[in-house]
């Protein structure tokens, strides 16, 4: 595994299973900031996470039994939500996933270890090594 969790690997599962216990640090690798991640409600069937100390993203609502290949809810920015595909682990799917930024989309390359920005109509537009920078170019238009 490319991403390291700080040695706490009871802690989540690498088979696609909802994480059981309330708080989990993670290391994010892309910003260097620690991440974490705190349940904050298991009912109705989902494990609701607030995500603190991330750039963006602020809650995920992970469904109980989720398997490779299913949905799950990323809220970011302001007012933002996006289904983003369930990888086997939460950090690696949130790694996937594009946010969209007024109009274009943000995603992580790992192969050349930047956040890429492309939109529908432009076509490929920047590459940034910080998230915040790439962000702030979606919101300039």
Not at 75 to 99: F, P
Not at 124 to 132: G, R, V
Request: with cysteine; proline share 1%; aromatic share 12%.
């Amino acid at each position: 595994m490319s991403r390291d969790i700080e040695g706490r690997e009871d802690e989540y599962s690498t088979m696609g299973e909802y994480w059981s216990d309330a708080l989990v640090k993670l290391n994010n690798i892309k910003t260097g900031i620690k991440t974490t991640c705190v349940l904050t409600c298991n009912k109705h069937g989902f494990n609701d996470y607030d995500i603190l100390n991330h750039e963006t993203i602020r809650r995920v609502c992970v469904p109980h039994g989720i398997k490779k290949g299913d949905t799950f809810n990323v809220y970011y920015d302001e007012s933002s939500k996006i289904g983003v595909i369930w990888g086997g682990e939460l950090i690696e799917s949130l790694h996937d996933a594009t946010l969209v930024f007024n109009g274009y989309g943000v995603r992580y390359n790992a192969l050349y270890n930047k956040f890429q920005v492309n939109h529908d109509e432009v076509g490929s537009c920047e590459e940034f090594t910080d998230l915040s920078m790439a962000i702030k170019y979606c919101k300039k238009g």
